[in-house]
């Protein structure tokens, strides 16, 4: 079974709506999660690296004001695209890695964003 | 940012033949994975490949690496048309433990 679970797998919002991506690790404590952005036909883009209990490290060109990310707890990371556009339609998953998961990195099932 | 390229951006073969795909990378690696992904899907962890290591089989898949030539390939013997997919490498960084960083993805057709 999923060791990472990404809720919810799909969602419409309208254009200037905020949408929250929820990124759970069910079996394990997961001190750095990772979120990717893969657009249709391309690869996955590192979004951001996400630390337990402190601020996430953004890419460079990635605007930190549009995607909140809030990693409150070992076990859950929150993405939100805030004020979406038509153009942050995307495939949006997340990673998870801890010692207690010996370091290997489980990955989501992702979330499909569509701003209409 | 992406590490690398991969080769070819789409391989289209005949079931039962072999498939290669390649993949090149920038920076010193911990190890490099080779991930797939059908169409819309999640991703599916195939292998892993440690810097120390320089060929991994699993099944069907069998993966080399070359740290001086900062490259990999993977082989797919024997493909059936389940094998169709998008495959992407990804290598995690020195120092950057959980960091992947992917390529540009193959994307493999398997005609039955």
């Known amino acids: 079974g999923a060791v990472v679970s990404q809720h919810p797998s799909r969602v419409i919002c309208k254009s200037g709506t905020s949408v929250k991506i929820e990124c759970r690790s069910l079996?394990?404590?997961?001190?750095?999660m990772f979120w990717y952005r893969q657009f249709p036909k391309q690869s996955l883009m590192l979004m951001a690296t996400?630390?337990?209990?402190?601020?996430?490290?953004?890419e460079q060109g990635v605007e930190k004001d549009k995607f909140l990310i809030n990693h409150a707890s070992l076990t859950l990371s929150t993405l939100t695209v805030t004020s979406a556009h038509p153009e942050d339609s995307s495939f949006y998953i997340c990673?998870?890695?801890?010692?207690?998961?010996?370091?290997?990195?489980?990955f989501g099932e992702g979330s499909w964003l569509t701003v209409v | 940012s992406q590490q690398g390229e991969e080769d070819p951006q789409a391989l289209s073969i005949q079931e039962g033949e072999n498939a290669t795909m390649n993949c090149s990378y920038k920076t010193s690696i911990n190890n490099l994975q080779w991930y797939r992904q059908n169409s819309g899907r999640g991703l599916v962890h195939l292998i892993l490949i440690r810097s120390n290591e320089r060929e991994k089989h699993s099944g069907r898949l069998r993966v080399t690496l070359d740290t001086s030539k900062k490259s990999s390939s993977l082989l797919i013997t024997a493909s059936r048309a389940a094998d169709t997919a998008s495959y992407f490498c990804?290598?995690?960084?020195?120092?950057?433990?959980?960091?992947?960083?992917f390529g540009q993805g193959t994307t493999l057709q398997v005609k039955p």
């Open positions: 079996d394990f404590q997961a001190t750095t």
């Open positions: 990673s998870a890695a801890g010692q207690s998961s010996g370091n290997t990195i489980y």
């Open positions: 990804a290598t995690d960084s020195l120092g950057n433990t959980g960091k992947l960083i």
């Open positions: 996400s630390n337990e209990g402190s601020k996430a490290t953004y």
